[in-house]
């Protein structure tokens, strides 16, 4: 018995932010940011729209295209670094929003490994035979922790949700053995310093801006590139693939030359490997679901897929999964908002 993924949500709010309008805010420009990072334009959520609104969103897709049973989900696992409050949890709201009744909920905070993590602990209550089906959403309001005066780390982030339906099968599909790693001594290379237990928000800290994401960005570039191609490497032996079975690499959103070097170390055509960095930036737990959303199309019954990710913590991972059969889709919906406006994002 294995865990599968039947269905997909996902969820981008409508406003763009555009490299040209933070070129115009701090010492930047278009054509680096382009360079340096693949990004060219990123999602913001207002500011009435928090986390859970995103999760809430993303998984009313899941739910509305494959006509699934609110009733019967038992467990709902938000994968998330940016909750609505420090406490109560955001799982909760979530839970409530999208009227899953039967379900218990509990975030889970991984940074950008969150969604994977996530992905690892359900499908393990479910290889338990303690549950049948399982929704796992990964979402962040990224705007909400970023400086948008710091050129180092505003260029990066957007906002965004996706969410996977996880079920029982007795089928050769689903998920395959994972690897989750985490090293603590990476911590002070990219936090947010202030607004937990350890340095509660204070006038200092809002002098200091330390209420705001702080990155070593050449230093976290090099251990996720050493990482993720490693983990990867090491998910494939571990499940008994070779590079040249993986038909899709859907890596985590960073930074593309991250993405572009993890490809090449595994030997596997970068026409394999998921991009949309250049439309989403890096949306933290989100990436991979919104990758697996966005590319749902592409992904054919029996083909071996290769998830692996690298974050805060430092946290990191990787897994195998045979792509099985999803649930009936019920229409053809239009799932991300028309109208699209330029904003800008000041705090
Ligand atoms: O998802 C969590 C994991 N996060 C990541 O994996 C992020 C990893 N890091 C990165 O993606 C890259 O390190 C950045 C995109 C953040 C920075 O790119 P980089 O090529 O590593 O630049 P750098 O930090 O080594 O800086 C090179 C130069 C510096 O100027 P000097 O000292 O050489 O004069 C920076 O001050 O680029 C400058 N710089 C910028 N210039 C224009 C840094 N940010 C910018 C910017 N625009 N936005």
Same mark, same amino acid.
């Given at each position: 018995?294995?865990?599968?993924?039947?269905?997909?949500?996902?969820?981008?709010?409508?406003?763009?932010?555009?490299?040209?309008?933070?070129?115009?805010?701090?010492?930047?420009s278009?054509?680096?940011i382009?360079?340096?990072?693949?990004i060219?334009?990123?999602?913001?959520?207002?500011?009435?729209?928090?986390?859970s609104?995103?999760?809430?969103?993303?998984?009313?897709n899941?739910i509305?295209n494959?006509?699934? !049973?609110?009733?019967?989900?038992e467990?709902?696992? #938000? +994968?998330t670094?940016?909750?609505?409050?420090?406490? @109560?949890? &955001?799982?909760?709201?979530?839970?409530?929003?999208?009227?899953?009744?039967?379900?218990?909920?509990?975030?889970?905070n991984?940074?950008c490994?969150?969604?994977?993590?996530?992905?690892?602990m359900?499908?393990?209550?479910?290889?338990?035979?303690?549950?049948?089906k399982?929704?796992?959403?990964?979402a962040?309001k990224?705007?909400s922790?970023?400086?948008?005066e710091d050129?180092?780390?505003?260029?990066?982030?957007g906002?965004?949700a996706?969410?996977?339906?996880l079920?029982k099968?007795?089928s050769?599909?689903?998920?395959?053995k994972?690897?989750?790693?985490?090293?603590?001594s990476?911590?002070?290379?990219?936090?947010?310093?202030?607004?937990g237990?350890?340095?509660?928000?204070?006038?200092?800290?809002?002098?200091?801006?330390?209420?705001?994401?702080?990155? !070593?960005?050449?230093?976290?570039?090099?251990?996720? #590139? +050493?990482?993720?191609?490693?983990?990867s490497?090491d @998910?494939? &032996?571990?499940?008994?693939?070779?590079?040249?079975?993986?038909?899709?690499?859907?890596?985590?959103?960073?930074?593309?030359?991250?993405?572009t070097?993890?490809?090449e170390s595994?030997?596997?055509?970068?026409?394999?490997?998921?991009?949309n960095?250049?439309?989403?930036?890096n949306t933290?737990?989100?990436?991979?679901?919104?990758c697996?959303?966005?590319?749902?199309?592409?992904?054919?019954?029996?083909?071996?897929?290769?998830?692996?990710?690298?974050?805060?913590?430092?946290?990191?991972?990787?897994?195998?999964?045979?792509?099985?059969?999803?649930?009936?889709?019920?229409?053809?919906?239009?799932?991300?908002?028309?109208?699209?406006?330029?904003?800008?994002?000041?705090?």
């Amino acid at each position: 018995m294995s865990a599968v993924i039947t269905a997909i949500g996902g969820f981008v709010p409508s406003s763009i932010l555009t490299n040209k309008k933070i070129s115009e805010t701090v010492d930047t420009s278009e054509e680096w940011i382009i360079k340096r990072t693949g990004i060219k334009e990123r999602r913001i959520a207002d500011d009435d729209t928090a986390t859970s609104d995103l999760a809430a969103a993303a998984i009313e897709n899941l739910i509305e295209n494959y006509n699934v !049973d609110r009733g019967e989900i038992e467990a709902l696992l #938000v +994968a998330t670094a940016t909750p609505d409050h420090i406490l @109560a949890p &955001t799982a909760s709201i979530v839970c409530e929003k999208s009227r899953l009744t039967n379900a218990f909920g509990i975030d889970m905070n991984a940074a950008c490994s969150g969604f994977l993590y996530a992905l690892e602990m359900g499908a393990n209550m479910i290889e338990s035979g303690r549950y049948k089906k399982l929704i796992i959403v990964g979402a962040d309001k990224m705007s909400s922790i970023v400086d948008y005066e710091d050129r180092n780390t505003c260029i990066l982030f957007g906002d965004g949700a996706g969410a996977v339906l996880l079920e029982k099968t007795e089928s050769d599909y689903g998920l395959m053995k994972t690897i989750l790693k985490t090293d603590g001594s990476g911590v002070s290379s990219l936090a947010v310093p202030a607004g937990g237990s350890r340095n509660p928000t204070s006038m200092q800290s809002l002098l200091h801006r330390t209420h705001y994401l702080k990155q !070593d960005g050449a230093f976290v570039f090099k251990r996720a #590139v +050493a990482a993720m191609s490693q983990v990867s490497q090491d @998910a494939l &032996t571990k499940n008994e693939l070779e590079a040249d079975q993986i038909d899709w690499v859907v890596p985590h959103q960073a930074n593309l030359r991250i993405i572009t070097a993890v490809g090449e170390s595994l030997g596997i055509d970068f026409e394999k490997v998921k991009v949309n960095i250049d439309r989403y930036g890096n949306t933290t737990s989100a990436t991979v679901p919104l990758c697996l959303w966005d590319f749902k199309d592409d992904f054919k019954e029996g083909q071996n897929l290769l998830i692996t990710t690298f974050g805060a913590g430092f946290s990191w991972g990787a897994t195998c999964l045979k792509w099985g059969v999803m649930r009936e889709k019920k229409t053809v919906q239009k799932t991300k908002d028309s109208k699209v406006e330029e904003v800008l994002v000041a705090h």
